[in-house]
Structures are given as structure tokens and as C-alpha cells.
């Protein structure tokens, strides 16, 4: 048995795998990848990212790249039984992270991007056909032990970190004896795919829609785009009286879809029976060992966050795990990633769970209710889209005027000189302050601090600018997720923040000691 050491090592190889790979390949460590499968799965799951992660994705160097394999969103309707308008939400208007609110894209298609952008990384090995069997750890490192399954060779690896990205059956998960906390919503969907011909797009509606019809509970929404091709998705709930196999069959998928296309009109992509829950595991780290993606929580898909929910994981974790590994950080920052993700992740399950009530009511009076409750503008809005809440976030009030800690951050480019650049790309994944006066002089390596009204980093479009005025603060204090730490309604007190940041991360300091190979 052979022992080979890395960084981090990461188990499985989807979505969520693969960026926080790439994301911890940019910043030097060196990542090792095992997963049991020799060929990704083919067909598409998510098919949306919505404006926060696509500014993540950007930053990872996946712009011109990104932007051919994406469909901005536009309008999602929900309507009753008689197509009736219950609720629209606007998508395209400008979000907080530039673009629109939500892009629908083809899973596959962007699991091949990753992929192949990996390949330009000699730091990142990705070994297909390994299946994990153990997982040990101690106070210097973690061990996997991993079978090659076409040669029935076991070896060990170790790395400073694991991390299990293996889905919601995670083996990772469950070498922490982590339990799921079940959130009590459960439903049976069958999820469609198929690319309608050119001359039958009119029969589809044009925007993301849910048909809350309790005959047939019922979305129709665009699924990205594949070699050229806009593909479209149908998801029906199975009603109380059906089995699975009354709907996980082809005659039946076309008895469905045939409101809107028929066989000669359109390509079957899949179809699939997929049982909706809703889950969070009770831990996510256990020393040396974390796990993220559906391993750490899994969720019904009527926000279209599932994958969205693992990409801020990768986020959050992958600037902690990289100051660990340098040396900058204690391990024990890496606490913070279950305080702040699991809050933030258990009220996106529960707004998906509220739409999800709303549309999966198979009682006829019910639905008239519910109908009519809209109507009669009288049912309850669905709760915004959650901030942070707890963890490395100022806490005094004086750094926090109108609980601004925990906001996303607006994002916008800059006009630098003659150019123009990212404030993403500026930034460069570290701690930034964003001010609206002369910019203060710091000592801390890992604080930039960025004067928007300098010739350098001029905001001319005025998108911070005007955010910042709409909060009347002068400057603010942004973490490398492009969450707001604090802000001051003074520029005189910006020094003050400083201050009161760094007092905070002392706690996590390393005193700048040379890292454990």
C-alpha cells in the first residue's frame, strides 16, 4: 500500500467537486480527486445558476467560455389550473451581481467546461474509476483508502483536508456519523427533457412557468443550452393515487407532454422519477474531514438552488481551507463554514419548501383557495432570499448600520485608466474595502482597500456607488465571498472598521507561521 500526500483531497466528482477544485487550484494547492464512476453522468439535473454564482463562476477564469452555454432568464409565472396569473417574478432586471437574477444552463455541457479548464492545472488529479473505503485521520492528516476498481488495487492517499463531494449518500458524511435533520417535505416529481423542433416553440410557453394546476402540478421551464440547441424541461408531480411505474415510462412521459408536443415534434432527452426532500446534516466537519454539495444538504428544486446551495459552499470553504494551508488561519476558522452555511442553507430549503406548498396541491377546493387568496392579494409573499446571519460578520452596531453585515456585496466594473476591469478580478478573492472617499494606507497583506472614486477604480456607472448611498454608508468592509463584514456611515470611522476587523480575525490567526507540508 503506497501513501501519497496533497493538500486536499475531494471525493466525487460533480458540479460542486470540481469547482472547488478549480477554485483551490488557482490559489496553488495542490487537489486530488476520486470518483468511482469512469464516465460523468450524461444527462442533465440543475439547469439553472442563479446571479451570485455566476459571479463566483466568473472569477474562476470561466467567462467567454461561461457565457456561450448559458440562457439569461427572463419572467416566472405562476398560474393556476386556467393559466391564470397567480405571481410573476421579474428576472430581468439588473441583479445586485450584474446579469440577470437566474441563467438556466445544460449540467453537462458546464460539468465538460470544468473539466477541461482543470486539465490546464498540473496541480489537480482527477482519478476516475476509484472507489473511496476509508477514511482516517489524525492530528497531522487524513487517509483515504481508495480501490481501483478495474485493477482491484487498494492504495492510500493523505492529505492535510478531505472533503465529500459525493452526493447525498455521501460515504464521506457518513464516515463522520453525521445524521440528517429531515425537514419533513417529500414529493415525487417525474423531470422531462427534451428539444422541441424550431416550428413547435409557440405550442411551449416562452418563460419559466408553474402551471399549479392540482390536476397536475406541473413546471415548464428553458434547460440551457446544448451544441446549439435550447432545450426545455417539464417536471409532473406523481398524484397520491399513482405508482412510480404508472409514470417512469415512455408512453406515459408523451401522454403528458402532449398538451404542448408530440413525438414527431420534439427529441426525448430523459426522463426520470426524482423524490424531492429535504435534508441537512447535522455536521459538516469532523477535524480534517468536511463535506459539501448534497452531502451536506439536499432540498426540493422549486428555488433551482440545489446546485447553487453546493457552489456557495465551495465559496465559503475554499478561502478558509486556502489560508489554512498557507499558514495564515488556524484550522479552527474552518468551524466558522458549518455556523455561516447552515443557517444560510436550512432558510433556502425552507423558501423552497414554501413554494413548493404552494405548488403541490392536488386538492381541487384547496387550489380554488389558494387561488383565490392571490387574487384577493391576500396570501403571503415569499420570504427574500437570505443573508448571512452568523460568523465573521461585525457584530457592533456602530459596523453594522441597517444590519447591513451579511448583505451580498454589489458588484460592477470599474473604469481603471483607459480600461475597464471586474471588481471581482480586482479584488482577486481577498478581503476588500470599498470606499466613496481617499483611500486609508494599510498594513494587513490581505486587505485591499479600492477608492471608487479614484482615476484608477472609478465606479462611473455608479452601481456601488448608488448602493452605498441607498444604505448612507461611506465605505464598507467585503469578505472574499462578497459578503459584507461591516460598513460606516462616517469615512472618518473606516479606519475604526480596520481595526475592528483585524481585532476580529486575530482569533483565527496562524501569526503567519509557515504551513505543515
Known amino acids: ?4 500526500q496533497t493538500d486536499v483531497i475531494i471525493v466525487g466528482f460533480g458540479p460542486v467537486s470540481a469547482v472547488l477544485a478549480l477554485n483551490l487550484a488557482r490559489k496553488g494547492h495542490q487537489v486530488q480527486i476520486f470518483e468511482r464512476w469512469t464516465e460523468r453522468y450524461p444527462l442533465p439535473r440543475a439547469i439553472c445558476i442563479d446571479h451570485e454564482m455566476r459571479r463566483m463562476l466568473l472569477t474562476l477564469g470561466l467567462e467567454q467560455k461561461l457565457e456561450k452555454i448559458i440562457q439569461p432568464g427572463e419572467i416566472y409565472k405562476w398560474v393556476n389550473a386556467d393559466w391564470k396569473e397567480l405571481i410573476t ?30 486539465k490546464n492545472y498540473p496541480n489537480v488529479d482527477v482519478r476516475l474509476g476509484y472507489e473511496v473505503l476509508q477514511i482516517e485521520q489524525d492530528a497531522q492528516q487524513a487517509k483515504v483508502v481508495a480501490k481501483h476498481i478495474e485493477t482491484d488495487q487498494t492504495d492510500t492517499f493523505s492529505a492535510r483536508f478531505v472533503v465529500g463531494a459525493d452526493g447525498a449518500n455521501s460515504a ?8 440528517w435533520f429531515d425537514k419533513g417535505f417529500q414529493a415525487d416529481w417525474l423531470v422531462v427533457d427534451i428539444i422541441p423542433d424550431k416550428n413547435v416553440r409557440n405550442n411551449i410557453p416562452e418563460h419559466a412557468t408553474q402551471h399549479c394546476n392540482p390536476e397536475r402540478p406541473t413546471t415548464i421551464a428553458p434547460a440551457g443550452i446544448f451544441e446549439g ?11 397520491p393515487h399513482e405508482s412510480v411505474a404508472d409514470l417512469e415510462n415512455e408512453e406515459k412521459v408523451w401522454e403528458l407532454l402532449k398538451p404542448w408536443v408530440t413525438p414527431e415534434q ?12 429535504s435534508l441537512i446534516s447535522q455536521k459538516w466537519r469532523q477535524n480534517r474531514v468536511l463535506i459539501a454539495g448534497d452531502a451536506a444538504h439536499v432540498m426540493p428544486p422549486f428555488m433551482g438552488q ?6 456557495r459552499d465551495t465559496l465559503n470553504l475554499a478561502w478558509k481551507l486556502s489560508g489554512v494551508l498557507k499558514g495564515e488561519y488556524k484550522d479552527e476558522i474552518l468551524d466558522s463554514y458549518f455556523v455561516e452555511r447552515s443557517p444560510h442553507v436550512n432558510d433556502v430549503i425552507e423558501l423552497s419548501m414554501f413554494l413548493g406548498k404552494v405548488i403541490c396541491v392536488p386538492d381541487p377546493i384547496e387550489a380554488q383557495q389558494r ?3 392571490f387574487f384577493d392579494g391576500i396570501a403571503p409573499p415569499p420570504p427574500s432570499f437570505p443573508n448571512l446571519t452568523q460568523g465573521i460578520l461585525a457584530k457592533a452596531p456602530q459596523f453594522n448600520p441597517q444590519q447591513i453585515a451579511g448583505k451580498l456585496s454589489p458588484h460592477s466594473n470599474l473604469q481603471c485608466g483607459k480600461t475597464q476591469k471586474r471588481l471581482d478580478d480586482l479584488i482577486a478573492g481577498k478581503f476588500v474595502v470599498l470606499t466613496l472617499g481617499q483611500a486609508p494606507i494599510v498594513s494587513s497583506p490581505d486587505l485591499q482597500v479600492i477608492s471608487l472614486i479614484d482615476e484608477q477604480s472609478k465606479d462611473v456607472k455608479q452601481v456601488i456607488t448608488q448602493f452605498m448611498q441607498q444604505h448612507n454608508i461611506q465605505a464598507m468592509l467585503i469578505r472574499p465571498d462578497f459578503y459584507i463584514f461591516g460598513a460606516v456611515e462616517q469615512a472618518e470611522d473606516l479606519q475604526q472598521l480596520i481595526e475592528y476587523f483585524e481585532d476580529n480575525m486575530q482569533q483565527y490567526s496562524a501569526n503567519n507561521a509557515t504551513a505543515v507540508a
Open 266 to 277: 420534439a427529441t426525448l432527452i430523459r426522463f426520470k422519477l426524482y423524490n424531492f426532500k
Open 172 to 179: 464521506v458524511r457518513q464516515s463522520m456519523d453525521a445524521t
Open 371 to 373: 387561488d383565490q387568496a
Open 89 to 118: 417574478f421579474d428576472w430581468t432586471r439588473e441583479s445586485i451581481s450584474g446579469g440577470a437574477e437566474v441563467n438556466f444552463i445544460h449540467q453537462p455541457s458546464f460539468e465538460k467546461l470544468v473539466e477541461n479548464e482543470l
Open 306 to 311: 440545489g446546485m447553487c446551495a453546493g457552489f
Open 1 to 4: 500500500m503506497a501513501t501519497q
Open 229 to 239: 440547441k435550447y432545450l426545455r424541461r417539464w417536471e409532473f408531480m406523481r398524484l
